[in-house]
């Protein structure tokens, strides 16, 4: 049973072209799936178009049965969808506590707000010693971490991760694959899109191949991984070619 | 040496306001990331407003804040209803904002000169014209009370962003505009109210303004002139540097009005934001990613 339902949306930024073409994509709850695709696929506009902080000129996109195409993002935020972006856009000036604070902006009841921030403080102890500390004075592996526990904070059904590894130490990156697993293992429904394509294939179900603004290809993680074309194409060292060439 | 403690007092009693006219203006440009250049004649709007309640009905220019700051926070909503939201979209927002605030400050100001004329107009209540006594030292009424009022008004503004639930969602769309709608702020609406907040103070400026100065509407040029460079100083956004650059080139002024001649002392903000642009152009208080 699907529980996002992407059906054939073209999006774009303000009068530019569209960045995505048509594009299809069915999420099942409890699932990961990894977005893979070279620059300037449409990997990072899908997840804006999702959590509508971009609306398909056409198109739908369905949560639960539900048309969410041309809502808000605090509006899909409260029926469960979550998105951490690739800059991790934090709030440099606030404390990690404030910051965790903004992740639930959008509750109500502030005694639970402050359950979920401890909570996900016990999630990263890290984040916990350093709750005073302004976020901009946090390492990189330190404020993922807190792009993620913020996003935590409301309990999503969907999370959506831009390139959680971008720019960190590997021993880091490893850390946030720890917890992308432990999202995984908690049955949260999981969309990454992840530029270290190996690994991020590695922690999920599914994956995806975007080129060109649509779904080129997509089915279980390790048959992608073991897939001759996308070998050469994006996990391999060998000189790229387009999609089309390698069909 | 007493004669210079005399003038950082006068200057410093003029600072509070200075930095509750520049705090409106650095919240509207730190949400919005406009320059709103009707800040000023909107201003003054509000003196007429605390001039002729205080002419015909005899309502202290103090006391007249409760009726300039809701009325101006309305004024302010329409105007970003009436034409901010209709550019939010648009690529150029930047360059079409400032055309935008221009216009609306010529707009206003010929409103205001085809009513109530140039001539200049200042509300004259009791305390305008007294002074303290502290030893030696004479500190104006008039200035002291404003200035208090000033920093009152400040020490709420900062109150409400720091604990209040719009406060939080204000200062977030001022530290990362993408990051606060990723968390679902509704960046249009608070950018609606952060405008609406700023020209509620721009309104209770006018307050002090009707009668610490004589006015007219084309003295906005002047005011925004002035305003733009306490802000340049302070770091463009900036609320506690909005403070800070009020009150240190309010009494730079004056002590240049005292020493060198007064025809000298309004050069002095100029002087200041031509040395801070080149030096340190993020303002003192402000980073670099702001300008």
Known sequence: MSILVVDDISAGYGSGPDILKGLSLEVEEGKTYCIIGPNGAGKSTLLKAICGLLHPRQGSVTYKGEDIGKKRTDEILMKGISYVPQDRSLFPDMTVKENLRMGGYTMRDRKELENRIDEVLEMFPILGERSSQSSKTLSGGEQQMLAIGRTLVLNPTIIMLDEPSLGLAPKVAQYIFDTIDQLKDSGMTILLVEQNARKGLECSDWGCVLDLGINRFEGPADTILQDPRIQELYLGSQKRKSVEEVE | ?291
């Open chain 2, 1 to 291: 040496m007493t004669q210079a403690i005399q003038v950082i007092i006068f200057g410093a009693t003029l600072g509070g306001v200075y930095a509750l006219m520049a705090s409106g203006l650095t919240l509207v440009f730190g949400v919005m990331r406009i320059v709103n250049i009707a800040h000023a004649i909107l201003m003054i709007l509000a003196a007429y407003i605390a001039f002729y309640a205080f002419q015909l009905y005899n309502l202290d220019p103090i006391l007249s804040v409760f009726i300039t700051i809701p009325v101006m926070f309305l004024v302010g909503i329409i105007i970003y209803k009436l034409f901010f939201s209709l550019i939010s979209a648009e690529d150029r927002k930047g360059e079409l904002t400032v055309l935008l605030t221009f216009s609306l400050a010529i707009i206003v100001e010929g409103v205001l000169g085809a009513q109530f004329g140039n001539t200049y107009r200042s509300a004259n209540p009791g305390y305008a014209s007294e002074a303290i006594l502290v030893g030696s030292f004479i500190i104006p009424k008039g200035q002291l009370y404003a200035t208090i009022l000033s920093v009152l008004l400040i020490g709420l503004l900062w109150l409400f962003l720091k604990y209040s639930r719009i406060g939080y969602a204000i200062r977030a769309t001022m530290q990362n505009q993408s990051a606060a709608q990723v968390v679902g702020v509704n960046v249009e609406r608070m950018s609606m109210i952060a405008f609406g907040i700023g020209i509620a103070l721009a309104g209770a400026s006018g307050s002090m303004m009707s009668f610490l100065f004589t006015f007219y509407p084309g003295k906005h040029w002047e005011f925004i002139a002035i305003l733009l460079s306490l802000i340049v100083l302070g770091g463009m956004g900036s609320l506690g540097g909005a403070v800070i650059g009020a009150f240190l080139l309010a009494i730079l002024s004056a002590l240049v009005g005292s020493y060198i001649g007064f025809t000298w002392s309004p050069i002095t903000f100029f002087l200041a934001l031509f040395i801070i642009l080149l030096f340190r152009p993020q303002g003192l208080l402000g980073k670099k990613e702001d300008i």
